[in-house]
């Protein structure tokens, strides 16, 4: 069956500076450009060693250019030619009046409101996107990619999703499994079963550390 491995994208500008992005748009910093050639080395090397599944098969990005920057450098590291495909759907939670503040900036002015978010206990920040209508959309355009995955365009393998943050935690909410914070270039491997179903969640990937289980992360 065709998989997906679908991951956050590097770092970039804005992650460097500890900004809220959402549906802002910076660019990837010098950092993060280089996250994306090393990840797409370290999955050129686990397909090969046979530990990942490949060949790929296509490479997917939302069509924010962190993302976009991200599955380009990555594709290429990792021997990929062929077309970049965008999902508009995949694209990061607005956040509005969030976006481009830090975490402080956004305590300060809405104090306790980042808690009650990440609680999911807030349906939507102000002037953002409501959750429900987020998770909708980023189911929809996951199951874009399964679909693709089913066809002869471009059929089955593996298939590249690069990705964001917000919409990896509502994969996690979608499959019933537990929501947490991701670094650059992890997130999961899923199997697409069929083409209109919900797919199975295979287990973890981080990019940066080696194919498979993600590092303990630091204690906040």
């Known amino acids: 069956m065709p998989r997906l491995v679908v991951v956050r994208h590097a770092q970039s500008e804005w992650n460097?500076?500890?900004?809220?992005?959402?549906?802002?748009?910076?660019?990837?910093?010098?950092?993060?450009?280089?996250?994306?050639?090393?990840?797409?080395?370290?999955?050129?090397?686990?397909?090969?060693?046979?530990?990942?599944?490949?060949?790929?098969?296509a490479v997917w990005s939302s069509d924010l250019r962190r993302a976009r920057d991200t599955a380009a450098l990555l594709g290429s590291a990792a021997g990929w030619r062929?077309?970049?495909?965008?999902?508009?759907?995949?694209?990061?939670?607005?956040?509005?009046?969030?976006?481009?503040?830090t975490h402080g900036e956004i305590e300060q002015r809405w104090p306790g409101l980042i808690e009650e978010w990440g609680a999911g206990?807030?349906?939507?920040?102000?002037?953002?996107?409501?959750?429900?209508?987020?998770d909708r959309r980023v189911r929809q355009g996951l199951l874009t990619v399964v679909a693709a995955a089913h066809t002869g365009d471009p059929g089955p393998g593996l298939h590249v999703v690069v990705t964001h943050g917000g919409v990896l935690r509502a994969v996690a909410r979608w499959l019933g499994h537990p929501e947490r914070a991701l670094s650059q270039l992890e997130g999961f491997l899923l199997c697409a079963a069929a083409p209109s179903s919900e797919p199975l969640l295979e287990g973890p990937v981080a990019l940066l550390q080696g194919w498979g289980e993600p590092a303990p992360r630091p204690p906040r």
């Open 121 to 134: 206990r807030l349906a939507a920040t102000p002037g953002g996107e409501p959750r429900t209508a987020f």
């Open 82 to 101: 062929g077309p970049l495909r965008e999902v508009r759907d995949l694209r990061e939670h607005d956040v509005g009046e969030w976006s481009g503040l």
């Open 16 to 57: 460097a500076e500890g900004r809220w992005q959402g549906r802002a748009d910076p660019p990837l910093s010098p950092a993060g450009e280089e996250q994306a050639r090393l990840a797409g080395a370290a999955l050129a090397d686990a397909i090969a060693a046979g530990d990942a599944p490949g060949p790929i098969t």
